[in-house]
């Protein structure tokens, strides 16, 4: 099975996305909802927790990861491939690659928006320069937008005006491409479109994963990858994190409440 | 000692409050940064996050406790007095009791503004129904506040326009007392008078819950309460964290990083 975590239900876009891009294949997901949100936390404390969520998703089965939370991807992925052996996606590279694919044929500016957490990480603009030092990227962290998000708070004028201030910074730089580095931000979509300027291409972490995904199965025809139903796991529940999963899947989504770690 | 814990570092308003109104007594705070914020968690999770805070505070040399976070004393503070055999404050009983005192005496109408799981638990309007029958409580739940307050956005255009919109239900209900359900809404206390009206009397819970206690320790002199330097220790430490402290006491807070459960 393919086993997905995030820190609540944000990474539901990416399950989403696997569902789309490789269909009939089984997950397992797992929302840290009861220790939600990683982004404003230290390193030190979401690897303690990226290593109790997998321990979680192998115990229910899951023979790969995806690590579907941007700031958990930025400080634990390196980490967590050292510890386990098992193949681990992140939301991360399949991005930065797909940036740079973008960015180089036009003016090579690219600008990532995401948590405290991603971006004070730098992992953005590390990876991107190590497949071209040319590009230049500009990175804005946007602590309130998953408040927002989880609020449901989707087209409010509030929303739209908070928006517009982090956008601004990335706005001036005149950047061509823009990475949505946090899972919850594709809800976000077609406010970020028109504030950050129609021409610039967006970059949704959650698809460019999937199609990673995708491609690695049909590369890797051995993997078992059940086929079957998918279940959701998270660990506490609550009315709005029922809502927002009904509205990343368009459809209820049945989840059960356990424990990973303490 | 006095031990103190909260979700984060709103609590912080209680510890600095205990200060100023029981002078030179030992406190130990713990905030929970590492799991907050509590306030959109579920009423069985708080419940856990509570026992584990208060056997952490027991081990720390607490003799007595308070809940200095509404979200935890709103859905854990009866259980964990029975649980505990040590006298458990908390910042909900002592606000109940003055702001029934002065709306009494004015039209009878109280505003309550809190986090969901606050208002959720109908504590405030139950425990003023117990005092007051005639008493009308009219709540509103205010989840963004504690993101607003947690970046600092202290008077920005955004943070007064929320705020509008979470106070115009009470406005509406012409409450002549709003209760201030959150340790982190004192800070923004200069922009909720205006918006609520300038003759609302506002009651904050921070300051209820030390006048209370100051009480308490002058009639039960036998109190053990060790004076001396005071001990703050979190479960994860930010930049941010740091910052509202310092915003809080007016002067740099040494935070300890240590683990409380899982």
Request: with cysteine; net charge positive.
């Given at each position: 099975?393919?086993?997905?975590?995030?820190?609540g239900?944000?990474?539901m876009?990416?399950a989403?996305?696997?569902?789309?891009?490789c269909?009939?294949?089984?997950?397992?997901y797992?929302?840290?909802?009861?220790?939600?949100?990683y982004?404003?936390k230290?390193?030190?404390v979401?690897?303690?927790y990226?290593r109790?969520?997998?321990?979680?998703?192998?115990?229910h089965?899951?023979?790969?990861?995806?690590?579907?939370?941007n700031?958990?991807?930025?400080?634990?992925a390196?980490?967590?491939r050292?510890?386990?052996?098992?193949?681990?996606?992140?939301?991360?590279?399949p991005?930065?690659?797909?940036?740079?694919?973008?960015?180089s044929?036009v003016?090579?500016?690219?600008?990532?928006?995401?948590?405290r957490?991603?971006?004070?990480?730098?992992?953005?603009p590390?990876?991107?320069?190590?497949i071209?030092?040319e590009?230049?990227?500009?990175?804005?962290?946007?602590p309130l937008?998953v408040?927002?998000?989880?609020?449901?708070?989707?087209?409010?004028?509030?929303?739209r005006m908070?928006?517009?201030?982090?956008?601004r910074?990335?706005?001036?730089?005149q950047?061509?491409t823009?990475?949505?580095?946090?899972t919850?931000y594709?809800?976000l979509r077609?406010?970020?479109?028109p504030?950050?300027?129609?021409?610039?291409?967006?970059?949704?972490s959650s698809?460019?994963v999937?199609?990673e995904l995708?491609?690695y199965?049909?590369?890797?025809?051995?993997?078992?990858?059940?086929?079957?139903?998918?279940k959701?796991?998270?660990?506490?529940?609550?009315?709005?994190a029922a809502?927002?999963?009904?509205?990343?899947f368009?459809?209820?989504?049945?989840?059960?409440?356990q424990?990973?770690?303490?």
């Amino acid at each position: 099975m393919i086993g997905i975590f995030d820190s609540g239900v944000g990474g539901m876009t990416v399950a989403h996305a696997v569902e789309q891009f490789c269909p009939g294949r089984a997950l397992i997901y797992f929302g840290d909802l009861a220790r939600t949100p990683y982004g404003s936390k230290s390193p030190a404390v979401i690897r303690r927790y990226a290593r109790q969520n997998i321990d979680f998703l192998l115990a229910h089965g899951a023979r790969m990861i995806i690590i579907a939370c941007n700031s958990a991807a930025s400080v634990a992925a390196e980490d967590m491939r050292r510890e386990f052996s098992l193949p681990i996606f992140d939301v991360i590279g399949p991005t930065v690659r797909r940036a740079v694919e973008i960015s180089s044929a036009v003016s090579g500016r690219i600008g990532v928006i995401g948590t405290r957490a991603t971006i004070n990480s730098a992992v953005y603009p590390r990876k991107i320069g190590q497949i071209n030092q040319e590009l230049r990227v500009y990175g804005n962290e946007c602590p309130l937008l998953v408040p927002l998000v989880e609020e449901g708070w989707l087209n409010r004028r509030e929303t739209r005006m908070i928006l517009r201030y982090y956008l601004r910074p990335l706005k001036m730089r005149q950047v061509d491409t823009l990475v949505l580095g946090c899972t919850h931000y594709p809800l976000l979509r077609d406010l970020i479109q028109p504030r950050i300027g129609k021409r610039v291409r967006i970059v949704d972490s959650s698809i460019e994963v999937a199609r990673e995904l995708r491609q690695y199965l049909n590369d890797h025809p051995e993997c078992d990858t059940t086929t079957g139903g998918s279940k959701f796991y998270v660990s506490d529940m609550t009315p709005a994190a029922a809502a927002t999963a009904r509205r990343i899947f368009g459809r209820p989504i049945e989840l059960q409440v356990q424990q990973a770690g303490g």
